[in-house]
């Protein structure tokens, strides 16, 4: 049974930076396609990143120059590096793995992955 660990998140000040990670465990396949999406309170869970077997990046446009997508142990883990953080990046962070392939919209859209991290709290305070 495929799980995704996550780790990292927590509380930092205005413009502070944050990393979170996840890793794979279970499952056969090198994933497809890694994704990061958080949710904030009393919203719906939004697209953030995502990084493609070969290496293409995706971002949403409020966080485009301020976080960085990657791959690190041979591809395996999944890293959320989060710089310039701002109060409404505040949200529960969840890593996403999906089996197909995507490019484009398809790889901002939550419901084409197909497991879900147990989520991270990240807490930017002004």
């Known amino acids: 049974q495929v799980q995704l660990v996550q780790s990292g998140g927590g509380l930092v000040q205005n413009g502070g930076s944050l990393r979170l990670s996840c890793e794979p465990s279970?499952?056969?396949?090198?994933?497809?396609?890694m994704g990061w999406f958080r949710q904030a309170p009393g919203k719906t869970r939004d697209f953030v990143a995502a990084?493609?077997?070969?290496?293409?990046?995706y971002y949403a446009d409020s966080v485009k120059d301020r976080f960085t997508i990657s791959r690190e142990n041979a591809g395996n883990t999944v890293i959320l590096q989060m710089d310039s953080l701002k109060s409404e990046d505040t949200g529960i962070y969840y890593c996403?793995?999906?089996?197909?392939?995507?490019?484009?919209?398809?790889?901002?859209?939550?419901?084409?992955?197909?497991?879900w991290g147990q989520g991270t709290q990240v807490s930017v305070s002004s």
């Open positions: 996403a793995k999906m089996i197909g392939y995507c490019s484009g919209p398809g790889c901002r859209d939550r419901r084409l992955y197909n497991f």
């Open positions: 279970g499952g056969t396949d090198r994933p497809v396609t």
């Open positions: 990084i493609t077997r070969n290496a293409a990046t």
